[in-house]
């Protein structure tokens, strides 16, 4: 059963398709061409890079030339210089890419006209203040100079990168029509006003140069420009005239004329603009929004980009100019809709099963209001990873099967792991009916022809503010709670959300509460069983909060050490405990002290060496204090742990392996710990009495630590006569609530006086 719980709605394929093509066709008219077209454009260029042809020169006025003159503008007698000597070369047209409207020292004037007339073949630019739609150039140069000279126009108009795009044929002037300098080169002509797009892979680089300077001067080889068309223009950015070459660099105007000119060498460009592919794109689209299959349309839409990114490349290369923006928004627009609602439809079905998945619930707002019932099927990873791949499906049917028993058009939410829920009436008499879903299970399940014996437990939240991801949750706690406590189905009790809240935010107040003052040291007294007198005592951390009360020490030392966040609390506690243990022994009375040290705590480097900080700060002797490590912790006998305890045995702390029995308990673990006394768990000594084992237990381990050279210390000694066995057995040290409960520094101060009185 396949049920689509995606509730946002799905635009149609032809209201789709319309929207695209709206915004395609505003693009393409207002938007057309773009910065994006062009950076595009400078990459496919990039693809089919070649060479000019060598057959147009570049005179450079350069930073050398401009040097040697010695100031721009340049007097025209150096002009007159530069033609008589590409003439004299044998120069086939000499085309200047600067301006001479205006007039000069009447006899630079002269010098150049005279030059140009006995040349025969200068070219002069007509310029114009060219701007969008204009047709026209108005700036023809001094009458002087253009009587013996062709003129043309290097006008043209550029972007907001300083960049030509496109060249004009020609324009209409003062004098006539007259060609650009890329038409009149190239020999190729065209009506007035209209433009060709560059083609911009051709190297720039392999444009032949000369330096101006050395034209002048006459240090050049004739070869150079004989026969070929020249340019004279400024290169140099101090002229001014810069303008920006894509996928090149910054260079002087006249660079473009002669790409421009090389670009109509080649043929005549021809610039379809955006429309051919926008159709194309649309078709492409509409193509794909009737597939169906996920796939198909990725193949039609990925083959569509790949075109418009790279195939326009091929067209180009032949001067066929394609602007692919417009076209690129539809097919881009249409795959990421695409994408989104197979990613959206994927996103909320279990691909096993065909249900929605539990993102799906997390979305049904329908259920909000409803009680929420949650399935674990408790054996599920078990019997998936016995089956082989393809027949979980066939569990998974099954189990839908019996879940809907009764209520076909229930729609589940299949989550992974054998997770199963759906929404019910929260006055349903959900005992009633979970305990016949619970029956239902009680018969194996057959999958490939085997019989599979299925257990399910069942929780309930019945409703509340919080959020479907919260309730979902609530409701597999109180499934696992079920399961645990062996029962069917468990309502979720909002109690132990409290409890959950508490146990999080705990960790998060327990460093504080240490800074406060409200985590003090209780101290359980211990006594040597030989002398009858207390000797020592253990140090336990205690936190009393201020709204909830004493917190058990199993609760928050146990959450500290989970979370690797027992570091402060132990500092807190050694602290204490040695100025304690320093301060009674100075009052000359022996007293030890014990701490309990976790773990994960000897891994620290800085460990031995801040419990020596400690116990030189406090005056302590080393003897007298006991570090006692949980035999649950297991060590290497290699590593920084084992390393940690043996300095500090070696220093003279006392190591004490605490909780003995309840770990390993093995002879080989003794003798890897550098510890000099065995301390019994108290669940083996408040056992004695009743329990031959226990009393075995603790016996021989007093036997086995003694044949060692090891102390025992018993915990858990709550009577006389537990305390009598352990005499009789010659254990050392006794601790336990007969001996005296955990108490505050004050009241063990007042109980060493009384002890010391009785002796004297």
């Known amino acids: 059963m396949h049920t689509r719980e995606d509730k946002r709605p799905e635009r149609k394929p032809w209201r789709l398709l319309l929207w695209v093509a709206a915004v395609g066709l505003v693009f393409g008219l207002f938007f057309t061409p773009n910065p994006l077209e062009d950076v595009l454009r400078g990459l496919r260029n990039r693809s089919h890079r070649h060479g000019a042809s060598g057959d147009i020169v570049l005179v450079k006025i350069d930073n050398e030339s401009l040097q040697q003159v010695g100031r721009w503008p340049w007097p ?20 200047f890419d600067a301006q001479f409207y205006a007039a000069t020292d009447a006899a630079d004037d002269q010098a150049f006209a005279d030059a140009i007339k006995q040349s025969g073949r200068v070219v002069l630019p007509i310029g114009s203040s060219l701007h969008a739609g204009s047709t026209t150039a108005d700036q023809p140069p001094l009458p002087a ?10 006008s043209w108009e550029y972007n907001y990168q300083n960049a030509v795009w496109k060249i004009p044929y020609g324009l209409n002037s003062t004098v006539g029509a007259v060609p650009s300098f890329a038409s009149m080169l190239s020999g190729r002509r065209n009506h007035p006003g209209n433009t060709f797009t560059v083609d911009y892979s051709i190297e720039p680089q392999s444009i032949p140069t000369v330096s101006a300077g050395s034209i002048l001067n006459g240090a050049f080889d004739p070869r150079q420009v004989r026969g070929k068309d020249v ?20 260079a002087g105007g006249a660079y473009i004329h002669i790409i421009g000119a090389e670009t109509l060498k080649r043929g005549m460009p021809i610039d379809l603009g955006w429309a051919p592919d926008f159709i194309l794109s649309l078709i492409v689209a509409a193509a794909a929004l009737l597939r169906k299959r996920a796939l198909e349309q990725g193949i039609i839409l990925g083959t569509a980009a790949v075109f418009l990114l790279l195939g326009t ?12 923006t417009p076209s690129l928004l539809v097919v881009s627009w249409v795959g990421l809709s695409l994408t989104s609602r197979y990613f959206r439809r994927r996103g909320f079905v279990n691909e096993i099963s065909g249900l929605p998945n539990l993102v799906a619930l997390r979305a049904h707002n329908e259920g909000r209001n409803n009680a929420l019932v949650a399935a674990r099927i408790l054996n599920f990873v078990e019997i998936a990873s016995a089956l082989p791949a393809d027949k979980e499906r066939q569990l998974v049917e099954q189990i839908v099967g019996r879940l809907t028993v009764g209520a076909p058009n229930r729609i589940l939410f299949h989550g992974d792991g054998g997770i199963f829920a759906w929404f019910d009436d929260p006055t349903t008499p959900f005992g009633h009916h979970l305990e016949a879903l619970s029956a239902l299970f009680r018969n194996p399940v057959k999958v490939d022809g085997s019989s599979v014996d299925v257990s399910v437990a069942f929780g309930v939240e019945i409703g509340s503010g919080r959020s479907l991801a919260n309730r979902l949750a609530s409701a597999l706690v109180a499934a696992d709670e079920a399961a645990h406590h062996g029962l069917k189905w468990k309502y979720h009790d909002p109690e132990s959300l409290e409890n959950a809240s508490w146990k999080l935010s705990m960790l998060g107040q327990l460093d504080e509460a240490i800074d406060r003052g409200e985590v003090w040291i209780a101290f359980q007294p211990q006594l040597d069983l030989s002398t009858n007198r207390i000797t020592g005592a253990e140090a336990l951390a205690r936190w009393t909060h201020p709204e909830k009360g004493p917190i058990a020490a199993s609760e928050f030392v146990a959450a500290a050490e989970q979370s690797d966040r027992i570091g402060k609390l132990t500092a807190f506690v050694l602290e204490q405990a040695i100025s304690t243990a320093a301060a009674i022994n100075k009052r000359g009375a022996r ?27 406090h005056g302590l002797d080393p003897k007298h204090l006991t570090l006692e490590l949980t035999e649950s912790a297991a060590l290497t006998e290699e590593g920084q742990a084992l390393d940690s305890l043996t300095q500090l045995r070696d220093m003279g702390v006392t190591i004490s392996i605490d909780d003995y029995g309840t770990g390993f308990s093995t002879l080989e673990y003794l003798r890897t710990i550098p510890a000099a006394e065995i301390k019994i768990d108290q669940s083996f000594v408040k056992g004695m009495a009743d329990n031959r084992s226990d009393r075995l237990m603790v016996q021989s381990t007093i036997a086995l630590a003694h044949s060692l050279g090891r102390r025992v210390v018993a915990e ?37 006086s009384a002890t010391g009185r009785q002796a004297a």
């Open 313 to 324: 490349a091929f067209f180009e290369a032949h001067l066929i100019f394609l602007d692919i």
């Open 76 to 95: 025209r007698r150096e002009f007159a210089q530069l033609v008589n000597q590409l003439t004299k070369a044998g120069a086939k047209r000499i085309f």
């Open 145 to 154: 100079l253009a009587a013996h000279a062709k003129l043309a126009t290097i």
């Open 716 to 752: 858990g000694v709550e009577n006389r006569e537990l305390l009598d066995m352990l005499i009789e057995m010659g254990c050392d040290v006794g601790q336990g609530f007969v001996i005296g409960r955990p108490m505050s520094l004050e009241s063990l101060r007042r109980r060493l």
């Open 231 to 250: 340019v004279v223009g400024a290169t140099s950015n101090l002229t001014g005239d810069v303008y920006f070459i894509p996928g090149f660099t910054q």
């Open 591 to 617: 007293f030890d002290v014990a701490v309990n040290l976790s773990g994960k705590l000897l891994s620290d480097k800085m460990l031995v060496k801040k419990v020596a900080l400690l116990l030189q700060r």
